[in-house]
Antibody
Framework: EVQLVQSGAEVKKPGESLRISCKGS????????ISWVRQMPGKGLEWMGR????????NYSPSFQGHVTISADKSISTAYLQWSSLKASDTAMYYC?????????????WGQGTTVTVSS | SYVLTQPPSVSVAPGKTARITCGGN??????VHWYQQKPGQAPVLVIY???DRPSGIPERFSGSNSGNTATLTISRVEAGDEADYYC?????????FGGGTKLTVL
């Protein structure tokens, strides 16, 4: 079964660092880009950026550039989203999703989501 | 940056047809994808490449794209179709989502 399994919910304080993960299984991890998508409470989907696990090439939405870092370890089929200094406004649900790297066929498999709560 | 505009809400009676639009400048020249998101769940791809359906998606879901508007059509609407729907395109090395449309089944 093709799936993306994300790490569990996190509760952090402002200023703390955090890394969440997304592990792919059931397919060739390096054949698909992994995107990260934010959904703030009661709001819509926002694309944050993506990584090509085959070469770790990344690109970010201008809205998130410099605020987060996306990385991947293809040896363990896992992508990461990390923050060096969290803010209360980072409180949201975060999804990872895959799409074929060589075709624009949409994001066909999504992780279950990771809830991040940032509160003092 | 590219902007996709969706109506905030659409209401439809069971058994009728729902149409959800997604507006963008010359969107007909782009590939449009549609996602369904039910409360508390991750999004699900229901239409890709304007009008193709992934396996497991009912034939009641269809899509079209021309000019400045893409449309997701849901025929014979069921109570289980009540959800938020998002359109999405790839533009200038970024994925872009519309603001989402809440489909209410009356």
């Amino acid at each position: 079964e093709v799936q993306l399994v994300q790490s569990g919910a996190e509760v952090k304080k402002p200023g703390e660092s955090l890394r969440i993960s997304c592990k792919g299984s059931g397919y060739s991890f390096t054949s698909y880009w992994i995107s990260w998508v934010r959904q703030m409470p009661g709001k819509g989907l926002e694309w944050m950026g993506r990584i090509d696990p085959s070469d770790s090439y990344t690109n970010y939405s201008p809205s998130f550039q410099g605020h987060v870092t996306i990385s991947a370890d293809k040896s363990i089929s896992t992508a990461y989203l990390q923050w060096s200094s969290l803010k209360a406004s980072d409180t949201a649900m975060y999804y990872c999703a895959r799409r074929p790297g060589d075709h624009n066929y949409g994001m066909d498999v999504w992780g279950q989501g990771t809830t991040v709560t940032v509160s003092s | 940056s590219y902007v996709l505009t969706q109506p905030p809400s659409v209401s439809v009676a069971p058994g009728k047809t729902a149409r959800i639009t997604c507006g963008g400048n010359n969107i007909g020249s782009k590939s449009v994808h549609w996602y369904q998101q039910k409360p508390g769940q991750a999004p699900v791809l229901v239409i890709y490449y304007d009008s193709d359906r992934p396996s497991g998606i009912p034939e009641r879901f269809s899509g079209s794209n021309s000019g400045n508007t893409a449309t997701l059509t849901i025929s014979r609407v069921e109570a289980g179709d009540e959800a938020d729907y998002y359109c999405q395109v790839w533009d200038s090395s970024s994925e872009v989502f519309g603001g989402g449309t809440k489909l209410t089944v009356l």
